[in-house]
Structure formats: C-alpha cells, structure tokens
C-alpha cells in the first residue's frame, strides 16, 4: 500500500526521465571547460623538445629553485592542515565557538592571494607594523637613530616569508572546510564517546574525527600544495628572489624573446606538473602508512601526556595565523590612508582621504575590469554547474566522476596557460577579453560546483515532487521550489567564483599578455616599487571586490526548513 511519506522517510523517489538537455549537460560541460585543459597541456609538450630540456637543466640555480618550490608547497601544506586541525579540534570541544570561528576563516578566504602577499609583506618588513609595535629593543642604536633590523624579510634565499604567506591564506580555506566537514560527520557525538574511554577531547579529535572527514579534505589539501607549488604573485611579492622559485623562473623564461629560452619556459611549466604530480602521490602514500599503523583504532587510553599539549600549542599558533591575517588587512588599510607614516611610528602621523581618493580614481578601469573578468566567468558556470547538477540527481553517478571537474585545481596554471600561448596568438585572440574569460572559467567552474554541490544534494526533494503531482512541468517545479530553496547556496556559490576569478594573476599575464589591466596586476607590480601607498591601495581595493560579493550573499536569507537531516 503506498501513501504520503511519513517524517522519517528521507528515501527519494525513483529520478524522473531525463530530458535530451540534461543529458548533454555532461558533453557540454566537457565542450566548454576541456579545450583550454587539454589543449594547453599538449601545447605545452609540443613546445618543449627534449633540448628545451637540456637547456633548462643548464639554467644556474634551477636545482636550488626546484628544491625550494617543492620545500615551500609541502612545508606550507602541512603546517596550514596541522593548525586547521588543532583549532577545528578546539572548536569541536567547544561548540559554540564554531559559527564565529567558521565565519572568521571565510571572511579571510574571501580576501585573493595577492592581497595577503602584499599586506603581509608590509607587516613583516624591517619597517613594517609588527617591528613597529614591537618596541625599541628591536630598531634604536646607541647614537639614538631609529634605524629597522638588517632582516631579509620579505624575500628571504629558503622561502620563509613564502610559507608564511601560504599559511595565512590557506589555512582559513582549510579551517572552513574542516569544521563543515566535521558538523557534516557528528563530530560532537563521536568526541563525546571516545571521551567517554577516557581520551582527552585533541587527542580524541585526532584518533577518532580527523579519519572521519579526511575524504572530504584529501582534495583541498591536495589544491593548497599545488598552488604552493605554482604560485607566481605570491611568490613575486615574497620572494625568495636569488633565485626565485619554479614557478617565477618559468614565467620569465616564458617572455624570453630568445626562442630557445622560451622553450625552456615551457619545459619547467611541465616540470611543474611532474612535481606537483609527485607531490600528491607522495601524500597518498604517506596517508596509506598511516593508514596501515592503525592511526584511527581507539582502543587503550593514550599514553603521551604531551598530545593534548602539543594540540593548545598548535591551536594557539593556528589563532596567531588568523590574527596575522587580520594585521594584514589592517596595515594595507594604514599604508593607503597614511598621509605620513615615518619609520619608527607605530601608527600613521596622519591621513589624507584625498590622496587615497585620487588612487582609487585611478585604479577604477583595473577595478572595472577585474570585476567583469570575474563576473563573467561566474555567469556561465552557475547555470552549467546548476545544469550538470541537476543531470545527476536524475542519473546519479559515483563521486569519482567530479575529479575531472576538479582537475584543474590539481594541474599548475602553467603547466597548460604556455601551451594555450601559441594558438591563442595564432587565432588573434592574444591579449583579448574572450581568451581571458574562458581561461577564468576553466579555473572558477570547480569552485562553484564544489561549493554548489553538497547543498544542492542535502535539498528536500519531496516538496519538487509535491509540485509536479499539482501538474508543474519540470522546469515550473524547479523554478517554484528548488530556485527559492538554493538560493542562498547559490549566491554564496556565485560570491567564491567571483573570489577566484578577481584573484586570477597569471591569466592575466600569460593570455591577457598584460594588456588588460587588473588589479592583480596592478598590486604585485605596485608591490614591486617604491610607493607602498600606490601598493596599498591596490592590494586593498583587490580584497574589497570579493567582500563585496560575500557581503551581497550574505543579504539572501536562508530558507526556512527545506533541507534534509543530517
């Protein structure tokens, strides 16, 4: 006998007939977001010949850059998961600490890697805001002359202001991800359980929960070493600069009007892949032995009094990050203002709104157009991540299929931007907004549909299907129930692809060839000067256009009920 479905009954119904566009959603997606992938990578090993090769290897210092690029994406990687871990494991204990927490991290998540480069190089500097505030223990001489510390910071030869770079951008991105992932698991009843047997809440967190939501975080680790391994402005801003990382040595070899050298170029854009390949199945290896020493069996009470203090000590460490990533922002605020700020003050002498006033006037075309370079891309992937999405309620595959929607999160920009040069050039296409645009979407698509993805599943399906049974077509029930109850995901959806595209730099660079001024551009090659006001206002004008798209999301209020339990 069948009848309504009763509260309990969350099993959806068999899934309606696909219509001839559903089922080519797939084949268009590929269309779409395939060429610039594909085609980029085999351009790449069209022109690097196995004397390009050679040439690289000859190149001086190519081994130490190598070294450091590898150093610096794992160094960061794992000190960004450790500390996200420690305060998502706090938070676990204590959670109402959790929505403030989560809120924090996004709002720092929003803010694109240039941005943090260039405030944090500020912040760190010999003259900037922490040796400022520190005292005069650290700058005044004898004679009495306030002279800055002989520090090389940023840019120092091992990539520590680098790390430290990545750290306070990554590791927000990855403290969001950790506690949604651990809400999503039942964090709080497997802690309470374990505690139960005597463990103390970190060393629970680590043994019990941590093994739980690690599927979620094996493929956000794996883009935040990656990007580690590629990034070209953070690593312009921060250095290390004698020689500089991989990825800065295969950019300026790249623009080599010498043919051969450019060749070279492109051979380390591959290299990239290689390494950025190695580094992931490295992981994967290490997470099989950890997997093999039985890291998540919880059987006898712990033994290592130290555990839980070395988890505080690194939750400390991890709410220091989240304070530099504050100062950042506020000492890009301080150098745009400041009117004057003479070296040892710690804070500005005065402020002139009119000289931050005339920067902004002139930063406004780059504002314009970072702003509709990012938009467009996120135009064309919400309705195409909507569309495959709603391809695969009807026929539901295995998550295993959305890694080639993530693949290019997992490939090294490029890796595939050098070979997309040359037929880019050849097509008249160099230095257009099209080229750029469809470059911006093959990067902003995997970040709509990872953020679309698990709210659009979680949706209660029953009212749709009350809908339809009242003879709403398909699209008439769609537009009725899902639109109003996605709505919300999808403007917070709409804000993190608009997030990715402003922070886009090598596109820019690579395909816009510099001719499309964006504010990423603008920032990292202000960075490079002597006008740390000009940087500032940049830099800071970079991380208001993402706010403002999270601060627009924010206004679309939650439906009230519509979602499945947990």
Known sequence: MTGQPGAGDWRPAAPPARSPLLAAVPWIAAAVLAPPLAGGLVGAVAAAPLSAWRLLAAEPGIGRSILTSVLVAVAATLISTALAGAIAALVAARPGRAGPTERLALVLVAAPH???????????????????????????????????????????????????????????????????????????????????????????????????????????????????????????????????????????????????????????????????????LAGLCIERLVRCGGADRLTVRPRRPLAPFASRLAAGLGLLVLVMAVLAVVTLVFWAGAAVWRFPDPLPAGWSTARLTGMAAGLAPAAGASALYALLPVVIAVPLALLLLESRARRPLHDAGDALIYLPLLLPPAAFLAGLQGPVLRLGLDGTGLALVWCHLATVFPYVFLALRESYRRTDPRPRRLARSLGRSGFGAWAAVMLPLTARPLAVAAAIGFSAGVAQYLPAVMIGGGRIPLLATEAVAAAAGLDRRAAAAAALLLALLPAAGFLLASLIPEPAGGRRRR
């Open 114 to 280: 240039a941005a943090v480069a260039v405030g944090l190089a500020f912040l760190i500097a010999p003259t900037g805001l922490l040796f400022r505030l520190a005292g005069g223990w650290v700058y005044t001489r004898a004679d009495g002359r306030a002279l800055p510390p002989d520090l090389p910071l940023p840019g120092d030869a091992w990539g520590l202001s680098l790390i430290a770079g990545l750290v306070v951008k990554e590791m927000p991105f990855l403290l969001a991800l950790t506690i949604a992932a651990q809400e999503r698991v039942g964090a709080r009843a497997a802690l309470d359980r374990a505690r139960s047997l005597g463990w103390p809440a970190a060393s629970a967190w680590w043994r019990v929960v941590a093994p739980q939501i690690w599927p979620l975080l094996r493929l956000p680790v794996a883009a935040v070493a990656v990007y580690g391994l590629s990034t070209v402005d953070m690593a312009l801003v921060l250095g290390p600069s004698l020689p500089p990382v991989l990825a800065v040595r295969s950019l300026s070899l790249l623009f080599d009007p010498d043919p051969a050298r450019a060749a070279a170029g492109a051979a380390a854009a591959l290299l990239q892949l290689v390494l950025a390949v190695g580094v992931i």
